[in-house]
């Protein structure tokens, strides 16, 4: 019988490894739809954003509970090691007979950070549903947003909760002495739950304990899949997403190379390499094979935190502009397209289909929303891009901004009288 049991786990591991690769490499060649963009990276910006969360703790009660899921979770999910090579081998707590009286206390650390976040999920979830947080209420996350973030926090506390019941039932096993479950010493955290099981009999209890061993391996396995169609694929992607980040100052303006070069030929200006290889094509971006593949990664590692949204002033002040909602709509162009086997030409387009013209207009480009993200996300590195193909492209700019645009051009100030006239309000000043 244990044969088919250790047969039975290896198809299920190698179908759930088959699976994830698959979806991870969807994901991948979605990001590689965006155009090549070189970046520099920053291993010390990774460590300090993505390892550290250094940005989190701008709110310390929300980032102490997000550090001990964060942690919690890779931590426990170290224990996966043993289960796997358990499952392969049929073996029982295999590390037992290295690590010897020091594997209880690896596992009571493990139980630790399972209690923590069991707790901090249940934090998170009253957060959520019962405390008055504006960006949790928003519409952007109605629909599966909303319940993908339950999902997780269900997902965890299951993980967890089967973790310490194995344990529990393990030791109330080895206190029978029964065969296969050796004497490895007591755990902090499930020692104290052995009464929960206390007068069950030995078959009753390795029904337990297999149960809940089944049942995590299995519940770690799903959430593998899962993943990749959730917000929390931050947990693998803000580790790139950091490191490539840009580490230039907010409000830095990239300009086009096309335009640069255009206008310092027509300024005699000597132009560099990349200036002179430019080649003028479509300004902008209208769809998100105009955006860089770093902006397509950032979508994808958009935790929907909300963060970006409740810095922003546009939308503090009742517009309709969200930058959460940019990244999630470019995150949903992406998979659209991939469900249209890659054909972009569906007559559908990021601009206008999924992202505004208001909401474009709203924005301000005060850097906000960048600021603000825990991962180093910038949306308005998106919005400028759509922005220019609106304006240079379509010719779509409020007349508002014509009239700027005219001023800058023909008085290089935005106000329109002439660049000798500029100083004229100090002529009286004294």
């Not at 014509?402 to 000798?420: C, D, G, I, R």
Request: glycine share 4%; charged share 20%; proline share 3%.
């Amino acid at each position: 019988m244990a044969i088919v049991f250790q047969l039975l786990f290896v198809v299920l591991l190698g179908m759930a490894s088959f699976f994830a690769y698959k979806s991870f490499s969807r994901i991948r060649k979605n990001i590689l739809l965006g155009k090549d963009e070189k970046r520099e990276g920053s291993l010390k910006n990774m460590v300090l954003m993505a390892l550290g969360q250094k940005k989190m703790f701008d709110k310390p009660i929300p980032a102490l509970l997000h550090l001990a899921i964060y942690v919690g979770f890779l931590v426990v999910n170290l224990e996966m090691i043993e289960i796997v090579i358990d499952g392969i081998f049929g073996t029982h707590r295999v590390f037992f007979g290295f690590l010897g009286s020091a594997y209880p206390v690896f596992i009571s650390i493990f139980e630790l950070f399972a209690a923590a976040v069991i707790l901090s999920c249940i934090a998170f979830f009253a957060r959520r549903h019962f405390m008055n947080i504006n960006r949790f209420k928003s519409a952007d996350l109605e629909g599966f947003a909303r319940k993908d973030a339950d999902t997780i926090l269900y997902i965890e506390v299951v993980l967890m909760c089967a973790f310490l019941s194995m344990n529990a039932a393990d030791l109330n096993l080895q206190k029978l002495a029964s065969a296969h479950y050796p004497t490895t010493g007591n755990f902090l955290i499930s020692n104290q739950l052995t009464f929960i099981f206390a007068g069950f009999s030995e078959s009753t209890l390795i029904a337990i304990e297999r149960l809940s061993w089944w049942l995590h391996i299995i519940g770690v396995m799903l959430f593998l899949n899962y993943l990749p169609y959730s917000k929390h694929l931050h947990i693998m992607l803000a580790f790139p997403n950091t490191y490539f980040a840009n580490q230039e100052v907010y409000g830095k303006m990239k300009n086009m190379p096309e335009i640069t070069k255009e206008v310092k030929s027509m300024l005699s200006i000597p132009l560099s390499d990349a200036e002179n290889q430019a080649v003028a094509g479509k300004f902008g971006a209208k769809d998100i094979n105009d955006l860089s593949w770093k902006n397509l990664l950032d979508a994808y590692t958009c935790t929907e935190c909300g963060r970006c949204t409740s810095a922003c002033p546009a939308n503090i002040t009742g517009k309709i502009l969200s930058p959460r909602k940019i990244m999630m709509a470019t995150r949903d162009r992406m998979e659209d397209v991939a469900k249209n086997n890659y054909k972009l030409e569906d007559g559908k387009s990021l601009l206008n289909d999924y992202i505004s013209h208001e909401a474009l207009l709203a924005c301000t480009s005060c850097n906000a929303c960048a600021d603000a993200c825990p991962v180093n996300i910038n949306p308005l590195e998106i919005i400028t891009q759509l922005k220019r193909f609106k304006i240079m492209e379509e010719s779509a700019a409020p007349q508002s901004w014509n009239m700027v645009f005219s001023n800058l051009e023909t008085s290089f100030a935005p106000w329109k009288f002439s660049a000798s006239d500029r100083f004229n309000w100090a002529k009286d000043q004294g």
